[in-house]
Each structure stands twice: as structure tokens, then as C-alpha cells.
């Protein structure tokens, strides 16, 4: 009887690490990550045959870079990859496309953004009106009311319009990305 007891209070030692690690697992949020699109045009097969198997584009958005800055960096990170075989006219256009996106006039994404976990909600009342007063400053509601997107792409674009100046603190951030997750949520029926 000694054994199965050992068994059994060692199964229960291993069911409670497991549970804690499960809860500690749970806390853990990762840092907001940028979405760019894919663009259109001859750069999309230049980052699609150069870029993207190894890394995504995302992260150039963490950046805000000229020519020669662009240029230097590329350079830094693939010297010695002999896996990027990239022509110098399609480098022309890689560094044309990041320095106009991503160039020293616009606005690196935050790369330290972990959305808080919140527990009060904005109802549909509260957040328009919160939205009439801090949107309306900047630009009307309309685009807003008319696009979709998920809860995270809500959160990726609150996050960039607050590096661009909108006054939002975490929480409100996250209560308006919440609630437009709902309300302006993608409707794959629609």
C-alpha cells in the first residue's frame, strides 16, 4: 500500500505542477505585434522570393529608416547568408519600398506594447461617446464604422494611431479595441 500511495501522491504532485504552470501560462501576453499588408507591384515578388522565408515583414514596421540607413541594416543582418541572392535593381526597389514606408518620416511601432488585461467593459453608449470625444478630434467616425477587423487588428491600429498623438492610455486602449472587436468585428457572412 506504501507504493500506490507514493504513485498516487507523485501523480498529484505532477496534476498541481501542471495546473500552475497552465495558470502561469495564461498571464504571459505577448507585446502587439504591427500587421503590414503584402503590398502590390514588383516589390510584393521581391519580399515574397527574399524576405518572407525566413522572416515576416511585420517587422519593418519597428523601424523608421532612410535609404542609406535601410541599406546599412540589410546588409549588417544577411552578411554571409548566401540564401539571399538578390539583384541590384531588386535591392533598388527594396530599399526605395522600406525607406518610403518605413522611412525617418514615419512612426516605428512601439515594440514594448503588452495589452493589460482588463475587467470593466465599454457598453455601446460608452464607447461612442468615448470615441466622440477622443476621435472626433483628429477625423470623423466613418472609417471606423465602416471597416472590419479582429480584436488584434483593432488593437494594432489604436496602438499606431497612439503613436501618432491619440490620447489613450492602456486601459482605454484596450476597452475601445475590445468593444470594436465586437461591434466592427469581422463578420466572415457579411
Not at 498529484?12 to 503590414?36: G, H, S, Y
Request: aromatic share 8%; net charge negative.
Amino acid at each position: 500500500m506504501g507504493d500506490s500511495s507514493n504513485k498516487n501522491f507523485g501523480l498529484m504532485l505532477v496534476l498541481l505542477a501542471l495546473l500552475f504552470c497552465n495558470q502561469l501560462v495564461a498571464q504571459i501576453r505577448p507585446p502587439t505585434w504591427p500587421d503590414v499588408p503584402l503590398p502590390e507591384g514588383p516589390i510584393r515578388n521581391i519580399l515574397l522570393d527574399n524576405c518572407t522565408s525566413c522572416h515576416g515583414i511585420d517587422d519593418y514596421a519597428f523601424f523608421a529608416l532612410d535609404s542609406a540607413e535601410w541599406e546599412a541594416m540589410l546588409a549588417e543582418k544577411h552578411e554571409g547568408d548566401s540564401q539571399v541572392t538578390i539583384s541590384s535593381e531588386e535591392k533598388a526597389v527594396l530599399i526605395s519600398y522600406l525607406s518610403s514606408n518605413f522611412g525617418p518620416d514615419s512612426i516605428p511601432f512601439p515594440r514594448d506594447y503588452v495589452p493589460p488585461e482588463i475587467t470593466e467593459f465599454f457598453n455601446n453608449a460608452d464607447a461612442r461617446i468615448f470615441m466622440e470625444v477622443r476621435c472626433i478630434s483628429c477625423h470623423s467616425l466613418d472609417p471606423i464604422m465602416s471597416s472590419r477587423r479582429s480584436p488584434e487588428g483593432w488593437r494594432v491600429l489604436l496602438v499606431s494611431e497612439r503613436e501618432r498623438g491619440a490620447q489613450l492610455n492602456d486601459e482605454e486602449l484596450e476597452r475601445l479595441a475590445e468593444w470594436l472587436g465586437r461591434a466592427r468585428g469581422i463578420n466572415l457572412f457579411e
